[in-house]
């Protein structure tokens, strides 16, 4: 299994130096929370591949994308697959959706602001500028209370929303529920969020279910044999929710036993 995984994952033979998206696909996208892990796992299976051909990717061709995807954490990814992860984990943003309706309430407030920000990120846009323009051409009025996310106190922008208010930078988050964000260049060291649409070249959009369908023959082909669990933890969802899509693509799993673990592989992966 492990030589299995290893050539799934083009550690055993290193791609040819064009192969950048068709590598970051079939690793089902390259962790890039700190580019530079993206960086070395890229140049850990594509021969010859250096910084720059993969900023040019990024920044100037846009074949590769850097966006938030599993558990809501930023990979990178081949731009003409980008809706396969988006969508295909569009539950946990739904999570933070929800968060945000039990804050504000039922009303469409929360419509009315996500569409000033879907507006808004026409243009990349760092957390600040967003905040900006919601106070300035929406009329959104703000606060600064601490709330920077993983127990950082910073102050930063919460914009108010009928009698609650909500800190600017989960609105990212939260409007990913319905709408697929990814990242644009950084404004010094802030980063940018771009609404998909405009920043890929033939933006393919696709219905959730179909993307969760295609995510999970992914992960399978990436990370089989595996478990409902462990598809779970890896798309950052709760069991429950993997369940659901685990049972629709249930006639094309086959049940393996690898030296006494009863696991699953998509049968197209197994040939």
Known sequence: M????????????????AALSSVAADIAG??????????????????GTRIRD????IWKDHSLVKAWAMRRTMFLLPSDELAIFARGTT??????????????GPSQALDKLLDAVMEILKLPRTRAELAQHLNMSYGYRLKSKAGGGWGNKTAVPWVEVESASLPVGQLFHIISARHVLCSGPNVGNESTQVRADRWIPDWRDMPVAQAERELLVKYLKAFGPSTLQDFALWAGMYVRDAKQIWSREAENIAQV?????????????LT
């Open 2 to 17: 492990d030589a299995f995984r290893l050539s799934r994952h083009h550690l055993s033979r290193r791609a040819p130096a």
């Open 30 to 47: 390259a962790q890039a929370q700190v580019l530079s892990a993206a960086q070395m796992s890229f140049w850990a299976r594509i021969k």
């Open 54 to 57: 993969l900023d040019s990717a």
């Open 91 to 104: 539950r946990r943003a739904v999570y933070h959706l929800h968060s945000a309706i039990r804050r504000i």
């Open 257 to 269: 036993d690898v030296e006494g673990w009863k696991a699953s592989s998509n049968r197209i992966s």
